[in-house]
Protein backbone atom coordinates (compact mmCIF):
# COMPACT_ATOMS: atom_id res chain seq x y z
CA UNK A 1 0.00 0.00 0.00
CA UNK A 2 2.29 2.28 0.72
CA UNK A 3 4.43 1.66 -2.51
CA UNK A 4 1.06 1.89 -4.22
CA UNK A 5 1.35 5.41 -2.86
CA UNK A 6 4.47 6.46 -3.80
CA UNK A 7 3.64 5.53 -6.63
CA UNK A 8 -0.02 7.89 -7.17
CA UNK A 9 2.12 10.76 -5.67
CA UNK A 10 4.38 10.66 -8.47
CA UNK A 11 2.27 10.41 -11.58
CA UNK A 12 -0.19 12.84 -10.31
CA UNK A 13 1.72 15.74 -11.03
CA UNK A 14 2.98 14.36 -13.98
CA UNK A 15 -0.50 13.84 -15.21
CA UNK A 16 -1.33 17.32 -14.28
CA UNK A 17 1.63 18.47 -16.64
CA UNK A 18 0.39 16.25 -19.30
CA UNK A 19 -2.96 17.58 -19.71
CA UNK A 20 -4.04 19.29 -22.63
CA UNK A 21 -4.62 23.15 -21.61
CA UNK A 22 -8.17 24.32 -21.15
CA UNK A 23 -9.56 26.71 -24.33
CA UNK A 24 -12.31 29.35 -24.30
CA UNK A 25 -15.50 28.63 -25.97
CA UNK A 26 -17.27 31.57 -28.20
CA UNK A 27 -21.28 31.32 -27.76
CA UNK A 28 -22.85 33.36 -31.30
CA UNK A 29 -25.81 35.26 -30.12
CA UNK A 30 -27.59 35.94 -33.45
CA UNK A 31 -29.79 38.68 -31.53
CA UNK A 32 -26.83 40.68 -30.39
CA UNK A 33 -24.89 40.28 -33.69
CA UNK A 34 -27.98 42.07 -35.23
CA UNK A 35 -28.45 44.94 -32.78
CA UNK A 36 -24.96 45.68 -33.55
CA UNK A 37 -25.40 45.69 -37.41
CA UNK A 38 -28.66 47.99 -36.96
CA UNK A 39 -26.98 50.62 -34.67
CA UNK A 40 -23.87 50.52 -37.04
CA UNK A 41 -26.35 50.98 -39.91
CA UNK A 42 -28.01 53.87 -38.31
CA UNK A 43 -24.50 56.03 -37.42
CA UNK A 44 -23.37 55.56 -41.26
CA UNK A 45 -27.03 56.79 -42.15
CA UNK A 46 -26.12 59.63 -39.98
CA UNK A 47 -23.20 59.97 -41.08
CA UNK A 48 -24.46 60.49 -44.52
CA UNK A 49 -27.42 62.55 -43.64
CA UNK A 50 -24.89 65.06 -41.85
CA UNK A 51 -22.55 65.15 -45.45
CA UNK A 52 -25.66 65.71 -47.46
CA UNK A 53 -26.63 68.68 -45.13
CA UNK A 54 -23.18 70.10 -45.38
CA UNK A 55 -23.02 69.54 -49.06
CA UNK A 56 -26.96 71.17 -49.40
CA UNK A 57 -25.06 74.30 -47.55
CA UNK A 58 -22.00 74.70 -49.44
CA UNK A 59 -24.50 74.74 -52.45
CA UNK A 60 -26.23 77.65 -51.05
CA UNK A 61 -24.02 79.35 -50.07
CA UNK A 62 -22.69 79.33 -53.66
CA UNK A 63 -25.94 80.53 -54.98
CA UNK A 64 -25.93 83.29 -52.41
CA UNK A 65 -22.36 84.48 -53.57
CA UNK A 66 -24.01 84.14 -57.37
CA UNK A 67 -26.95 85.97 -56.78
CA UNK A 68 -24.94 88.77 -54.77
CA UNK A 69 -22.54 88.72 -57.92
CA UNK A 70 -22.51 92.46 -59.78
CA UNK A 71 -22.86 92.85 -63.55
CA UNK A 72 -19.60 93.23 -64.85
CA UNK A 73 -20.94 95.77 -67.49
CA UNK A 74 -22.06 99.17 -67.15
CA UNK A 75 -23.92 101.51 -69.70
CA UNK A 76 -24.23 104.56 -66.99
CA UNK A 77 -21.90 106.56 -67.96
CA UNK A 78 -22.52 105.80 -71.62
CA UNK A 79 -26.19 107.24 -70.71
CA UNK A 80 -24.96 110.43 -68.96
CA UNK A 81 -22.58 111.68 -71.36
CA UNK A 82 -26.27 111.47 -74.07
CA UNK A 83 -28.29 113.05 -71.36
CA UNK A 84 -25.81 115.89 -70.92
CA UNK A 85 -25.34 115.87 -74.52
CA UNK A 86 -28.93 116.72 -75.43
CA UNK A 87 -29.00 119.08 -72.21
CA UNK A 88 -26.12 121.30 -73.80
CA UNK A 89 -28.39 121.50 -77.34
CA UNK A 90 -31.28 122.48 -75.42
CA UNK A 91 -29.21 125.03 -73.28
CA UNK A 92 -27.43 126.66 -76.52
CA UNK A 93 -30.98 127.50 -78.08
CA UNK A 94 -30.89 130.86 -80.07
CA UNK A 95 -32.32 133.77 -79.25
CA UNK A 96 -35.78 132.98 -77.17
CA UNK A 97 -34.64 130.05 -75.04
CA UNK A 98 -36.81 127.54 -72.62
CA UNK A 99 -37.48 129.96 -70.25
CA UNK A 100 -40.65 131.65 -69.12
CA UNK A 101 -39.96 135.14 -68.42
CA UNK A 102 -38.06 135.63 -71.64
CA UNK A 103 -40.77 134.37 -73.63
CA UNK A 104 -43.19 136.84 -71.95
CA UNK A 105 -40.63 139.62 -72.14
CA UNK A 106 -39.97 139.10 -76.12
CA UNK A 107 -43.44 138.24 -77.03
CA UNK A 108 -44.43 141.88 -75.07
CA UNK A 109 -41.46 143.32 -77.07
CA UNK A 110 -42.37 142.38 -80.70
CA UNK A 111 -45.43 140.02 -81.23
CA UNK A 112 -47.83 141.89 -79.16
CA UNK A 113 -49.49 144.83 -77.94
CA UNK A 114 -46.68 148.07 -78.69
CA UNK A 115 -44.35 146.02 -80.24
CA UNK A 116 -46.87 146.24 -83.31
CA UNK A 117 -47.45 149.84 -82.97
CA UNK A 118 -44.17 151.41 -83.40
CA UNK A 119 -42.85 153.67 -86.12
CA UNK A 120 -42.07 152.22 -89.51
CA UNK A 121 -38.56 152.06 -88.29
CA UNK A 122 -39.33 150.13 -85.53
CA UNK A 123 -41.83 147.69 -86.95
CA UNK A 124 -39.39 146.88 -89.76
CA UNK A 125 -36.91 146.11 -87.26
CA UNK A 126 -39.59 143.73 -84.98
CA UNK A 127 -40.36 142.03 -88.48
CA UNK A 128 -36.58 141.18 -88.63
CA UNK A 129 -36.49 140.20 -85.07
CA UNK A 130 -38.98 137.86 -85.40
CA UNK A 131 -37.74 136.12 -88.61
CA UNK A 132 -35.03 135.54 -86.42
CA UNK A 133 -36.38 134.25 -83.90
CA UNK A 134 -38.27 131.82 -86.36
CA UNK A 135 -35.17 130.84 -88.41
CA UNK A 136 -32.90 130.23 -85.04
CA UNK A 137 -35.64 128.18 -83.59
CA UNK A 138 -35.79 125.75 -86.64
CA UNK A 139 -32.01 125.86 -86.63
CA UNK A 140 -32.24 124.64 -82.64
CA UNK A 141 -35.15 121.96 -83.63
CA UNK A 142 -32.53 120.75 -86.67
CA UNK A 143 -29.53 120.29 -84.24
CA UNK A 144 -31.55 118.41 -81.17
CA UNK A 145 -32.87 116.28 -83.72
CA UNK A 146 -29.55 115.26 -85.22
CA UNK A 147 -27.74 115.52 -81.70
CA UNK A 148 -31.22 112.26 -81.15
CA UNK A 149 -30.42 110.70 -84.25
CA UNK A 150 -26.38 110.39 -83.30
CA UNK A 151 -27.59 109.06 -80.05
CA UNK A 152 -28.95 106.27 -81.46
CA UNK A 153 -25.95 103.98 -82.23
CA UNK A 154 -24.75 104.45 -78.91
CA UNK A 155 -28.46 103.11 -77.70
CA UNK A 156 -27.54 100.17 -79.77
CA UNK A 157 -24.39 99.40 -78.74
CA UNK A 158 -25.57 99.39 -75.12
CA UNK A 159 -28.86 97.41 -76.05
CA UNK A 160 -26.64 94.69 -77.09
CA UNK A 161 -24.08 94.44 -74.38
CA UNK A 162 -26.98 94.52 -71.94
CA UNK A 163 -29.02 92.20 -74.02
CA UNK A 164 -25.53 89.69 -73.87
CA UNK A 165 -25.26 90.54 -69.97
CA UNK A 166 -28.63 89.68 -69.02
CA UNK A 167 -28.79 86.21 -71.47
CA UNK A 168 -25.16 85.26 -69.53
CA UNK A 169 -25.98 86.17 -65.85
CA UNK A 170 -25.39 83.91 -63.35
CA UNK A 171 -27.58 85.39 -60.42
CA UNK A 172 -30.78 87.59 -59.23
CA UNK A 173 -28.56 90.31 -58.72
CA UNK A 174 -27.28 90.50 -61.98
CA UNK A 175 -30.16 89.82 -63.61
CA UNK A 176 -31.89 92.98 -61.30
CA UNK A 177 -29.03 95.37 -62.61
CA UNK A 178 -29.34 94.47 -66.43
CA UNK A 179 -32.58 95.24 -66.06
CA UNK A 180 -32.27 98.06 -64.24
CA UNK A 181 -29.79 99.64 -66.95
CA UNK A 182 -32.29 98.78 -69.83
CA UNK A 183 -34.62 100.85 -67.32
CA UNK A 184 -32.20 103.52 -67.80
CA UNK A 185 -31.77 103.27 -71.30
CA UNK A 186 -35.14 103.37 -71.98
CA UNK A 187 -35.45 107.27 -70.10
CA UNK A 188 -32.65 108.41 -71.74
CA UNK A 189 -34.61 107.25 -75.19
CA UNK A 190 -37.77 108.92 -73.67
CA UNK A 191 -35.28 112.14 -72.31
CA UNK A 192 -33.99 112.40 -75.94
CA UNK A 193 -37.95 112.31 -77.93
CA UNK A 194 -38.71 114.43 -75.33
CA UNK A 195 -36.36 117.12 -76.60
CA UNK A 196 -36.62 116.91 -80.06
CA UNK A 197 -40.93 117.54 -79.94
CA UNK A 198 -39.97 120.33 -77.31
CA UNK A 199 -37.35 121.63 -79.56
CA UNK A 200 -39.88 121.12 -83.10
CA UNK A 201 -43.01 122.85 -80.81
CA UNK A 202 -40.85 125.62 -80.29
CA UNK A 203 -39.83 126.04 -83.82
CA UNK A 204 -43.54 125.85 -84.63
CA UNK A 205 -45.00 128.10 -82.18
CA UNK A 206 -42.66 130.73 -82.92
CA UNK A 207 -43.50 130.16 -86.67
CA UNK A 208 -47.27 130.32 -85.94
CA UNK A 209 -46.35 133.58 -83.75
CA UNK A 210 -44.79 135.09 -86.51
CA UNK A 211 -47.53 134.54 -88.53
CA UNK A 212 -49.69 135.87 -86.13
CA UNK A 213 -47.23 139.10 -85.17
CA UNK A 214 -47.17 139.85 -89.30
CA UNK A 215 -51.53 139.31 -89.91
CA UNK A 216 -51.87 141.94 -86.75
CA UNK A 217 -48.58 144.32 -88.02
CA UNK A 218 -50.57 144.68 -91.57
CA UNK A 219 -53.71 145.47 -90.07
CA UNK A 220 -51.83 148.33 -88.38
CA UNK A 221 -50.19 149.38 -91.10
CA UNK A 222 -53.93 149.33 -93.36
CA UNK A 223 -55.62 151.30 -90.51
CA UNK A 224 -52.65 153.90 -90.87
CA UNK A 225 -52.80 153.77 -95.05
CA UNK A 226 -56.93 154.64 -94.57
CA UNK A 227 -56.36 157.08 -91.83
CA UNK A 228 -53.81 158.89 -93.65
Known amino acids: MKKYLALCGLVAPLATCLAPPAYAIVV ?9 VLQAARALQQINNQIQQIQNQASSLLNEAKNLASLPLSTLSTLQDQVQQTRRL ?18 ASRY ?48 EALVN ?43 SAQSAAVQAEARERFRRFRGN
Open 28 to 36: YDPTNYASN
Open 90 to 107: LGSAQRIAYDVQDIQNVF
Open 112 to 159: TGAGLRGDAAQMVANADARWEDSVGALQDAMRVQAGVVGNLEGVQTSV
Open 165 to 207: ASQSATGALQVAQAGNQMLALQSQQLADLTAAIAAQGRAQALD
